[in-house]
């Protein structure tokens, strides 16, 4: 694919060999590790990378990441049994943010979420896209909620409303004129849903 691509294989090879040896002290079996820290008492903080709707099983597929973001990947990431686990923190913004395509019932097309997303500083890490932006959506958090069990939430970013002189939230969803009470599993349903504020 790359014909004008030249690769010293010799020093590569040796490159490699110097950063495995570096990195050999800290291998080992994190199975057994964890399970002996908790056996002896110790408290092991798990953080969960992405967002739940960016979830494999459980997000808007296709619309997702390519692992487990909920609760679940606790257990198939780390090998932690699941009634080990205590507390879970779910983290959620006093908004709704996404980032690349799919469905998005609260988001705001106007400058109101042009104004979050600039206060809030909504950039994707990895993609450096602008996040798109919208009321935050408490019948996708109650989703959420079924899926990770929250314990607690921690609402952030509450400071990037405040000069906004009206807050919406997403408290029902409407399919083809019926009332739901959960979350679309299927993404051409969530695209069609209407929202109740």
């Given at each position: 694919m790359f014909p004008m691509l030249k690769v010293d294989v010799e020093a590569e090879l040796k490159r490699y060999k110097y950063y495995a040896e570096k990195i050999k002290p800290y291998v080992f079996d994190t199975v057994s590790y964890l399970d002996k820290a908790i056996r002896s008492g110790k408290k092991i903080l798990v953080e969960g990378a992405n967002a739940a709707m960016?979830?494999?099983?459980?997000?808007?597929?296709?619309?997702?990441?390519?692992?487990?973001?909920?609760?679940g990947g606790v257990c198939t990431g780390l090998g932690i049994s699941p009634h080990r686990i205590g507390e879970v923190i779910g983290v959620v913004k006093a908004y709704t943010?996404?980032?690349?395509?799919?469905?998005?019932?609260?988001?705001?097309?106007?400058?109101?979420?042009?104004?979050?997303?600039?206060?809030?500083?909504?950039?994707?890490?990895t993609t450096k896209r602008k996040r798109r932006c919208g009321w935050l959506d408490i019948?996708?958090?109650?989703?959420?909620?079924?899926?990770?069990?929250?314990?607690?939430?921690?609402?952030?970013?509450?400071?990037?409303?405040?000069?906004?002189?009206?807050?919406?939230?997403a408290i029902g969803y409407t399919l083809r004129g019926k009332k739901i009470d959960y979350f679309p599993s299927s993404v051409s349903d969530l695209a069609e849903v209407e929202v109740r504020f």
């Open positions: 960016l979830d494999i099983d459980f997000g808007t597929y296709p619309y997702v990441t390519s692992s487990n973001c909920s609760i943010t996404r980032v690349g395509d799919g469905p998005f019932p609260t988001e705001l097309l106007d400058s109101t979420g042009d104004l979050m997303q600039s206060r809030g500083g909504e950039i994707g890490v019948v996708l958090l109650r989703y959420t909620n079924i899926i990770n069990g929250y314990t607690a939430l921690c609402l952030t970013k509450l400071d990037i409303l405040d000069t906004l002189p009206e807050l919406k939230f």
